[in-house]
């Protein structure tokens, strides 16, 4: 489970970095794009992380 929880922590900083950049340049498209990835990256890992838990429930 440590290894899940490194890439989960590395997903969030990365999604954090791309906001955060975001941020400072809202008009930017380059930038917008960057943190539609992450955040689409981590929506996808916490989802299948869900998914794979309600598996083993049952």
């Known amino acids: 489970m440590d290894v ?3 890439h989960l ?3 969030i900083e990365r ?3 791309a906001f955060q ?3 400072k340049e809202p008009d ?11 955040r689409g990256e981590l929506n996808n890992y916490v ?5 794979n838990m309600s ?3 049952r």
């Open 4 to 6: 899940s929880n490194e």
């Open 9 to 11: 922590k590395l997903l």
């Open 15 to 17: 999604t954090d970095q």
């Open 21 to 23: 950049a975001l941020l």
């Open 28 to 38: 930017s498209d380059e930038l917008s794009d960057a943190y539609e990835l992450a």
């Open 47 to 51: 989802s299948s992380v869900r998914h």
């Open 55 to 57: 598996q083993r429930q």
